[in-house]
């Protein structure tokens, strides 16, 4: 049984640009859920995907945003990137109504 | 507003040396508590889901209980490869809510 993917694994992208990051669920899952892990902030919930619909928002700029399509694969963007956007980017999927949730291995995003 | 914190931050061990990590807790009505485990460079890895106070869990080594305020993870007999960063998280009850809020976590080294 194939496990979350994400992709790229690595990224070093410049200030100022953006960047997009993909995430395949689990095959049946479809509630994606997307995270910002930092060194100092640990992990920081960024939002959640439900049949194509965001229902879950965390605390961060506008300048973070998502999508889900029909196949319940999701991306997110980044636009106007910071030196503090340097992070790993977590995404984890669940199944709806079954708590548990199974987290990709990441991108390691790095802003120069 | 949910919170977890995790105690202590670091934790070295010897080979066989049991002990606990110990997870604080405030949510506004608890719908799960998970323990993650977290190797360098990986997406965390899904350990155990507590649900009410006084349930325990147990795999291999790892035992998870919980009560209204904390959850603890008991290792006995640690190995070297339980090397690792174990992170707890909570989820608030609420139709459609996704979201898990963190603890930093608590890095374990074992020692041969």
């Known amino acids: 049984k194939a496990g979350v993917t994400q992709t790229p694994r690595y990224l070093i992208k410049t200030r100022g640009q953006q960047v997009t990051l993909s995430c395949s669920p689990i095959?049946?899952?479809?509630?994606v859920s997307w995270y910002q892990q930092t060194p100092g902030q640990g992990l920081q919930f960024l939002f959640e995907y439900f049949s194509e619909t965001q229902r879950n928002k965390g605390n961060f700029p506008g300048r973070f945003s998502g999508r889900q399509f029909s196949n319940s694969r999701s991306e997110m963007n980044v636009s106007t990137l910071e030196l503090g956007d340097s992070a790993l980017y977590l995404c984890?999927?669940?199944?709806?109504?079954?708590?548990?949730?199974?987290f990709g291995s990441g991108t390691r995003l790095t802003v120069v | 507003e949910d919170q977890v914190t995790q105690s202590p931050e670091a934790l070295r061990l010897q080979e066989g040396e049991s002990s606990s990590l110990n997870c604080s807790y405030t949510?506004?009505?608890?719908?799960?508590l998970f323990w993650y485990r977290q190797d360098p460079g990986k997406g965390p890895e899904f350990l155990f889901t507590l649900y009410s106070a006084g349930e325990e869990k147990e795999k291999e080594r790892l035992k998870a209980t919980l009560t209204k305020k904390e959850s603890f993870l008991h290792i006995t007999a640690p190995k070297p490869e339980d090397s690792a960063t174990y992170l707890c998280a909570v989820q608030a009850r609420g139709f459609g809510n996704e979201k898990l809020t963190f603890g930093t976590g608590t890095r374990l080294t074992i020692i041969p």
């Open positions: 095959s049946g899952h479809r509630s």
């Open positions: 984890a999927s669940s199944m709806q109504g079954v708590a548990g949730y199974t």
């Open positions: 949510v506004s009505g608890l719908r799960g």
